[in-house]
């Protein structure tokens, strides 16, 4: 009995045996492959990380200086905009003071021309009408005599009120204050671009002496440029957000902005302007 007892136990025990390697073999070569396939992926990851790091770090130099050279050429793009806009006023300016000269020159200008009959003013204004034609530049040239108390433009001679109230004169400004912006006139002056009299339009002022008593500025001209041409002139040459054309005199007052609104400037604006185009 003991021997078939231990026969059965063994007979029993074996298959069992047998049956627990069995199953243990698919296991291991789970895990075998589990394992080759985790070697793989950080070889590959490796591999791949090898290769993409280098190429975004130069994607990222490659693009910064573009960027770079991208913004450097804006720049100087800019920059040439506006001194091309600056030597054409620059242009236009010297055209003016040659007429301005001329005017000054010209014997139907002169006082004692003018007080010989009321009809020699008709000269005046013909040569005055031609001025504005020949000019794009110019929307309107005024003469103004001190002596007698006129101002001619391109269509007829008033006196300061009459100009004021029926010329391409400045709105809202009266007689009185005419009157005395030119008899105060001590040298060549800028005004701001201000609404016109009878005309939908706006225009930066220049004013040149011609004759001078002592310190008496006995005739000037006036030259009205207009703020569309202006316009038309930043538009053409600035182009991009946030770009204006600001145009100062000598005192750094603001005369003309291509800015939709009214600019409220800093103060030491004009000063940091300058040393930053002396920097440059």
Known sequence: MNMRGYDRVGLTSRPSIWSAAHTNEPLLGLKKMRFIKSLFLRHLISYIGAILIPVLILGYLTYSIF?????????????????????????????????????????EFSTNYQTRSYAQFLDIVHDLNTTRFANDFVFDVHYINNDLGYVYTSNSRFTYDGYALFAKSYDGFTGDQIRGAFLGLNGTAWWPVLPVNKAQDRVLTYLIPLARDGRRVRSAALFQISENELDTMAGATISGAGSKLLIADGNNTLLYSSADEPLNLPDGFWGDLSKAGANT
């Open 67 to 107: 960027l770079g050279y991208y913004k450097q050429t804006l720049e100087e793009n800019k920059m040439n905009a506006l001194s091309s806009i600056r030597s054409t006023i620059d242009m236009q300016i010297s055209n003016i003071h040659r007429e301005a000269f001329r005017i000054g020159a010209t014997g």
